[in-house]
T-cell receptor
Framework: SQTIHQWPATLVQPVGSPLSLECTVE??????LYWYRQAAGRGLQLLFY??????ISSEVPQNLSASRPQDRQFILSSKKLLLSDSGFYLC???????????????FGPGTRLLVL | DQQVKQNSPSLSVQEGRISILNCDYT??????FLWYKKYPAEGPTFLIS?????DKNEDGRFTVFLNKSAKHLSLHIVPSQPGDSAVYFC??????????FGKGTLLTVNP
């Protein structure tokens, strides 16, 4: 069965510090991978998605970046965190073309980031 | 520009009664719709979905209705249980493997 891991679960970082959040998926190959952020009072905002190694699409301009160094690894980074980067970060995966074309995204447990 | 809207930030119902969660969308290219349930500090979990070729999909206590002409979908939970208390997100896709989410509705089911 497939599982998705995110770490750390919780992170408190000072403004201006770097960030690295990691997401890994097990039990599948060639998934699409996604990074979302849920900020206070807002829904789930898609930040980045990747359809393959080294392929990153950015949805929202910001000081964050993403990388996919391996098929089942997705990393969210920042060189300098802002207060507005605080939120709940979620990684998700999907296998395109499965389930008779009815795709669903499966989410990881999330990382709660607080920037002070 | 919010393409998926959940206009009710919260909803409170009695145990055993029906919960109706609503969602509106503006993008006529959306052809696949999903509902996710989310508990605090956890990732969302998939609940039920419907494609644009259908107007109803049922799974146990959960039914999703789609009205394409009105660009409206709703989730019915019958009967509601206290364990259903969570935030419910509506999401839509253009079959391009990207989902656009609404802001969510907090459902509270009172015993």
């Amino acid at each position: 069965s497939q599982t998705i891991h995110q770490w750390p679960a919780t992170l408190v970082q000072p403004v201006g510090s770097p960030l690295s959040l990691e997401c890994t998926v097990e039990g599948t190959s060639n998934p699409n991978l996604y990074w979302y952020r849920q900020a206070a009072g807002r829904g789930l905002q898609l930040l980045f998605y990747s359809v393959g190694i080294g392929q990153i699409s950015s949805e929202v301009p910001q000081n964050l970046s993403a990388s996919r160094p391996q098929d089942r690894q997705f990393i969210l980074s920042s060189k300098k965190l802002l207060l507005s980067d605080s939120g709940f970060y979620l990684c998700a995966w999907i296998l395109p073309g499965t389930s008779d074309g009815l795709e669903t995204q499966y989410f990881g447990p999330g990382t709660r980031l607080l920037v002070l | 520009d919010q393409q998926v809207k959940q206009n009710s930030p919260s909803l409170s119902v009695q145990e055993g009664r029906i919960s109706i969660l609503n969602c509106d969308y503006t993008n006529s290219m959306f052809d696949y719709f999903l509902w996710y349930k989310k508990y605090p500090a956890e990732g969302p979990t998939f609940l039920i979905s419907i494609s644009s070729i259908k107007d109803k999909n049922e799974d146990g206590r959960f039914t999703v209705f789609l009205n394409k002409s009105a660009k409206h979908l709703s989730l019915h939970i019958v009967p509601s249980q206290p364990g259903d208390s969570a935030v419910y997100f509506c999401a839509a896709s253009e079959s391009n493997y990207k989902l656009t989410f609404g802001k969510g509705t907090l459902l509270t089911v009172n015993p």
